[in-house]
């Protein structure tokens, strides 16, 4: 079993930057692909942002290039999410997700996934 436990998320002025965190327990940290997604109200659940198991590949989705970094620290056993140049159309929950595949863009490629944390961006 493998648990993943979201935090940083919050209200920020458009303009600003957040840091997401995803901390995950239960099992081989290293041995995980991690990505990040988001949902917005009334929309699909969208891909931001993947990490290698040893943190060299990364791969964002087109809203969270040039802005997000992805990063993660094995030995803590945590993914972050560092967002900058927010806008309101980041507002959305945030998903943190574990699975095998590198590169992995689609949900379906991710096993475990995070209870979410709301993010809010006031325009």
């Known amino acids: 079993q493998v648990e993943l436990v979201e935090s940083g998320g919050g209200l920020v002025q458009a303009g600003g930057s957040l840091r997401l965190s995803c901390s995950v327990s239960?099992?081989?940290?290293?041995?995980?692909?991690l990505g990040w997604f988001r949902q917005a109200p009334g929309k699909e659940r969208e891909f931001v942002a993947t990490?290698?198991?040893?943190?060299?590949?990364?791969q964002y989705g087109d809203s969270a290039k040039g802005r997000f970094t992805i990063s993660r620290v094995n030995a803590l056993k945590m993914v972050s999410l560092e967002m900058n140049s927010l806008t309101h159309e980041d507002t959305a929950v945030y998903y943190c997700?574990?699975?095998?595949?590198?590169?992995?863009?689609?949900?379906?490629?991710?096993?475990?996934w995070g209870q979410g944390t709301q993010v809010t961006v006031s325009s």
């Open positions: 990490i290698s198991r040893n943190g060299i590949n990364t």
């Open positions: 239960g099992s081989i940290f290293n041995g995980y692909v």
């Open positions: 997700a574990a699975g095998v595949s590198v590169g992995a863009t689609e949900m379906s490629e991710y096993m475990y």
